[in-house]
């Protein structure tokens, strides 16, 4: 089936601009994850979701950063008035959730934000 | 939070050759996860391995939780087999979110 699908794969955007980035988790998925992954570096945990319901926003670095899942679904994560530090790939990734045995996440191909 | 390092850090190995990465971690975990980072950006999935030994082809992994560390072994590398190589954790009680290793940049030549 479907694994987890990002967009835009590629994104450059001017310093101050604000950015949409889209997760489509597989489907049947209940748990949706954001992490940031700069380059050398494994990837950050930024924020999670049960079904639309955001379960911990800790790892979003400042209040730029915003992440919903209206539906329980897709999930949109936001950066408002982007710096060149943003700079960055973020990746979604998704699992079963809700402490089955096996709840492992499966990530997408990332979209890689460049700020000028 | 929950400390995740890896060794080594880099290791460059000719075609045929085994390996060993490590994994060691801070507390208790219930999720570990090794992947594999290819040179397209990638990540893909190998292990889900809390606890115990698993093994897929030439990859295999073994977890001993209560000494909080966990195994990756390549056997006859391949030139595929290049990339980074992520171990994750999830602490035990914690947010769900993962907590990942620097990794180990693997370079097989051959």
């Known amino acids: 089936g479907a694994g987890v699908s990002q967009s835009p794969r590629y994104k450059v955007t001017k310093r101050g601009q604000d950015v949409a980035l889209r997760c489509d988790p597989i489907?049947?998925?209940?748990?949706l994850y954001w992490y940031r992954q700069a380059l050398g570096q494994g990837p950050e945990f930024l924020t999670y979701?049960?079904?639309?319901?955001?379960?911990?926003k800790s790892g979003l670095p400042n209040d730029r950063f915003s992440a919903e899942r209206p539906e329980g679904s897709i999930s949109t994560l936001t950066i408002q008035r982007t710096e060149q530090r943003d700079s960055a790939m973020y990746r979604c990734?998704?699992?079963?959730?809700?402490?089955?045995?096996?709840?492992?996440?499966?990530f997408g191909p990332g979209t890689r934000l460049t700020v000028t | 939070g929950i400390q995740v390092e890896q060794s080594p850090p880099d290791l460059i190995l000719q075609e045929g050759a085994n390996s060993t990465l490590r994994c060691n971690f801070s507390?208790?975990?219930?999720?570990l996860q090794w992947f594999h980072q290819n040179p397209w950006g990638q990540l893909i999935n190998l292990f889900y391995?809390?606890?115990g030994t698993k093994q897929n082809g030439r990859l295999s992994a073994t977890t001993v939780a209560t000494e909080r560390y966990s195994l990756l072994y390549i056997s006859s590398s391949q030139t595929t087999d290049s990339g980074v190589y992520f171990c994750?954790?999830?602490?035990?009680?914690?947010?769900?979110?993962?907590?990942f290793g620097k990794g180990t940049h693997l370079i097989i030549q051959p």
């Open positions: 990734a998704s699992s079963l959730g809700w402490r089955v045995p096996l709840d492992e996440q499966y």
């Open positions: 489907s049947g998925h209940v748990s």
């Open positions: 979701f049960n079904y639309e319901a955001q379960q911990d």
């Open positions: 507390d208790s975990v219930n999720n």
């Open positions: 391995i809390p606890s």
């Open positions: 994750a954790v999830e602490m035990d009680g914690g947010a769900d979110g993962l907590t």
